[in-house]
């Protein structure tokens, strides 16, 4: 059978390319090696979030004196049950991408894919058992899926995701120096923590790790932690993260990593000193790199460049038939971006109207550590940097009634308009619930709005939103409560 | 008790005029029904009447002023007995001189209209030019977008949208802005002719500045040049040609003119009638419609509007432009009802003084160049009608009768069609049905 549309690699992008192919009327399949949902549901955002969230509750417990209650006792921490809960979330979401498929009649075949080559306006895949086993433990593979041989597509869609970068002398040994993966389903709780890399994935974990008793250091090769978040906002999250006892060293990097009989040491250097730091073990968290060896794409001339593959704005590489969407086709490597470019590829392949390229500066990125920091846009720097004449906005937790109730007073919104069409350039957020908060400005900018829109939204009152009206405000001199 | 006189809705659309004059000044006395303003709006100018007795306290917007809110203040009469000068002051004081239109003058080189002072209401750049905000107003359009294209002094009515169901967005406004190179800083310097739209500068580069000068179009130029380039861009037309004996109908028209009535008037007598060569076209285009109804029709995406009645448009000059008002149900009225319906519409057409109602809509219209020699010609469909007629000028041509060469008076019809609408055969059935009643007269008469 020929198959319109094959995508390989049933990650968050990949799934969603899927269903809406499959929605277009297009016969889809999708390959996949290890899991459904990807990495993301099963080894990365979601699994996380709960992990994240027994850590909040923990600290809830702790502070339960602070709302006026008493509790008797002391909150334990259950390691393997915390772990169980986790798997458990992602089993379920990994079982429901299995009924979208079948719900969308989607053939789901099951192994790793190698594109073999293309006659005919058509491109032949060869599906075979991985060649290298998948990280345990795994979700059971779906009941009814396709198994090893050629498939033929008309179009192929690679969405092979990423996978964590290793740093040569510190690669991971899955025993002392982590990746995500051990770091989810540790086999006890370290007592101490190095974390290597400030970005969302090294924050969370110092987030979680810090709330389950952990001393935690971070070190940063950047000037400031989460690189990419505004500066303003880094500096926030730093002190408050600092505040709960993680030690954090920015501009600093690990030059050795040396392994001892259950601990680690790192050598790290920062303003010319080196500084050895000793802990049970050692999370790698310096980014990740896209899937794209053994797919066969060298036989069919796909070129690649710093890791991922080239696509044009249609998520087209520069061989006819073949797309490539997420991580493995480049930065932003975030699931909600890697979604959106497979919807937009595959309409584009539908020939729907007005279609246009996935316009990337209005992408949100959350990160979920305690503080939450949320973001869309440009930074104050960049805005600077792009030559806008700006006017910035802010508004702090400690005057929003919502936030106060909640004793959830450390936080701050931040604005930044462009002072001469009064388009909202970036938005900039740190405090509770802020991920949440974040989406009311992504409508806001995709709407095209200026400052005259949000400053004429109703808020509801009293929630954590008005921050956002509030901020506006102050951008335009007009804050109310502050 | 002081009266306030606002801004009248000459349309349920319209949601700003323009106040061309005032007829009354302050300290006049005016009663109920006194003509009191003219008010102009794309299409037409209207009387303001006076609703109530008093003294004009106060003229709150000066004659001239553009893009009047509807509903703003714009008068006051004071009551008998009231001080008028006081009932000015309490009046303005109550407005506010906000409400009062900001002059109409651009800012070029003020730099960008914001930051606005804070305190004060931020609303928007865009409302700081009435002029773009209130043409942009009914147009679909992202605010960012229309606030770029106030700033550039761009018109949203002549940039397609790209966004979701041709929205206007970011991007659209910035392609329009490239399309046009260096925006044209020249027309803005000079402060006192608006900017041309960024794209006209490359037209603009041809011609030595001192060649030429640039006069600000008239509301009713620019519906038209949008309506036509709209009908033109979407409108798949086609024509179809065919030449009219018009012996028989000049005969008939000679002798119902001959056979006029006469009435006796003040300033003399005269016909009670007097029936044009258009007059009888009209008639015959609307029976010729009733003859072929399927022509009779408009396009819609979603189906075909078959009209019951031949609601015929005559396109009309007038000073500033074209009109085209309508005989409604043409097919049904006498030619004698036709010819003074017409000398009414002609003649209040050239005042600016039609209502909207009368020249919207239509089945078809007559497009007729006769009088000006034009042997034939080919007319743009006036949406959301299908078809129009192109009359060129009777004259004598040689022609074949009987298989010798004859002199004749000929006149050539030009039919403009829908294609999506009326294919060619049922186009070349309404042009024949046509030119059988035009040779044929008395079937107007029926």
Not at chain 2, 218 to 228: D, E, G, H, M, S
């Amino acid at each position: 059978m020929v198959y319109d549309i094959i995508i390989i690699g049933s990650g968050p992008g990949g799934y969603v390319t899927a269903i809406r192919a499959a929605q277009l009327g297009f016969k889809t399949a999708i390959i996949e090696r290890e899991h459904l949902g990807g990495i993301c549901l099963n080894w990365g955002c979601i699994p996380t979030k709960a992990l994240l969230r027994s850590a909040e509750i923990k600290h809830f417990c702790e502070n339960a004196k602070d709302y006026g209650l008493t509790l008797s006792g002391k909150v334990a921490v259950d390691n393997s049950a915390v772990i169980a809960r986790s798997r458990a979330v992602s089993a379920r979401l990994n079982a429901g991408v299995g009924y979208l498929m079948k719900k969308n009649k989607i053939d789901v075949i099951w192994g790793e894919a190698r594109l073999q080559g293309q006659k005919n306006g058509q491109t032949q895949i060869e599906v075979h058992k991985p060649l290298k086993p998948a990280y345990q433990p795994q979700h059971p593979v779906p009941k009814t899926v396709l198994g090893e041989g050629v498939y033929e597509a008309r179009h192929v869609i690679l969405a092979t995701g990423a996978r964590p970068r290793a740093l040569p002398g510190i690669e991971p040994d899955g025993k002392f120096i982590w990746t995500y993966f051990e770091a989810m389903v540790p086999p006890k709780l370290p007592k101490s923590l190095i974390i290597m890399g400030s970005g969302a994935i090294g924050v969370e974990f110092a987030s979680f790790y810090r709330d389950m008793g952990a001393e935690v250091t971070i070190i940063e090769l950047m000037p400031q932690i989460l690189p990419v978040e505004d500066s303003e906002i880094s500096a926030f999250a730093r002190k408050q993260l600092e505040r709960r006892g993680i030690r954090i060293m920015t501009s600093a990097k690990v030059i050795k990593v040396e392994k001892g009989a259950d601990s680690v040491t790192a050598h790290v250097e920062s303003s010319g000193k080196v500084e050895t730091i000793t802990a049970d073990r050692l999370i790698a968290a310096v980014g990740v790199q896209g899937n794209i060896e053994n797919l066969g794409l060298e036989a069919l001339g796909v070129k690649t460049g710093r890791g991922c593959i080239i696509t044009d704005e249609w998520s087209r590489t520069n061989i006819a038939g073949i797309y490539a969407i997420g991580d493995v086709a480049g930065a932003p490597m975030l699931a909600h971006k890697a979604e959106e470019e497979g919807v937009i590829c595959v309409e584009k392949l539908a020939d729907l109207p007005d279609i246009h390229p996935l316009d990337k500066s209005k992408i949100p990125g959350c990160t979920y550590c305690r503080p939450q920091i949320a973001s869309v846009g440009l930074t104050e720097k960049k805005a600077q940097e792009a030559g806008y004449d700006i006017r910035i906005g802010r508004y702090s937790f400690a005057a929003n009634g919502k936030a106060v109730a909640l004793g959830e007073d450390q936080g701050l919104v931040k604005v930044i308009f462009d002072n001469k069409t009064g388009r909202l350039l970036g938005a900039h957020m740190v405090g509770a619930e802020v991920t949440e908060l974040i989406q009311g400005f992504v409508v806001a900018m995709n709407l095209e709005t200026t400052e005259e829109e949000l400053m004429h939204t109703v808020f509801p009152h009293p929630t954590l939103s008005e921050m956002m009206k509030e901020s506006v405000l102050d951008a335009y001199g007009r804050v109310l409560n502050a | 008790m002081s009266i306030k006189i606002t801004m009248p809705a000459l349309s349920p659309t319209m949601e700003t005029g323009n106040l061309a004059k005032w007829l009354v000044k302050e300290g006049d006395s005016v009663r109920s029904g006194d003509v009191i303003a003219e008010i102009e709006t794309d299409k037409a100018t209207m009387e303001v009447e006076a609703a109530d007795e008093g003294v004009v306290a106060k003229l709150v917007v000066p004659a001239g002023s553009d893009n009047v809110k509807v509903n703003s203040l714009i008068a006051v009469l004071a009551e008998e007995g009231e001080d008028a000068a006081q009932v000015a002051k309490n009046a303005l004081a109550e407005n506010g001189s906000a409400a009062v239109p900001a002059p109409q003058q651009q800012q070029a080189g003020t730099g960008s209209a914001l930051p606005v002072p804070a305190g004060q209401n931020s609303a928007a750049a865009g409302e700081q030019n009435p002029v773009s905000a209130a043409k942009t107003a009914g147009i679909f359009a992202s605010p960012l977008a229309r606030r770029l294209a106030a700033q550039a002094g761009l018109n949203l009515t002549a940039i397609t949208g790209s966004g979701p169901r041709g929205r206007i967005i970011q991007r659209d406004v910035e392609a329009a802005k490239r399309a046009g190179g260096a925006a044209a800083a020249a027309g803005a310097a000079a402060g006192s002719a608006p900017a041309p739209a960024a794209d006209e500068s490359a037209i603009l580069a041809v011609f030595r500045p001192e060649d030429y000068k640039i006069v600000p179009h008239q509301p009713i130029r620019k519906v038209i040049a949008r309506r036509l380039v709209e009908s033109k861009q979407h409108i798949p037309h086609f024509y179809v040609t065919a030449d009219c004996n018009l012996d028989a109908l000049l005969k008939l028209r000679s002798d119902l003119n001959m056979a006029a009535p006469v009435i006796k008037k003040e300033e003399g007598s005269a016909p009670a009638y007097r029936l044009s060569v258009n007059d009888m076209i009209i008639k015959a285009v609307a029976v010729a419609l009733k003859r072929v109804p399927d022509a009779n029709v408009s396009w819609l995406d979603s189906g075909m509007i078959r009209h019951k009645h031949s609601d015929i448009g005559v396109a009309v000059a007038i000073p500033d432009g074209l009109i085209t008002p309508i005989i409604r149900q043409a097919e049904e009225k006498s030619l004698s009802a036709i010819s003074a319906e017409m000398k009414d519409l002609i003649k209040r057409a050239k005042q600016m003084k039609l209502k909207p109602e009368e020249y919207q809509g239509g089945t078809s219209s007559v497009s007729n160049m006769g009088m000006f020699g034009v042997k034939d010609f080919a007319a743009i469909i006036n949406p959301p009608q299908a078809t129009i007629f192109a009359i060129g000028a009777g004259e004598k041509r040689a022609t074949v009768k009987d298989g010798a060469v004859v002199s004749a008076d000929i006149m050539s019809v030009t039919l403009s069609a829908d294609h999506r609408a009326v294919d060619g055969a049922l186009a070349a059935e309404l042009v024949q049905c046509f030119k059988n009643i035009i040779e044929n007269p008395l079937a107007l008469l029926i």
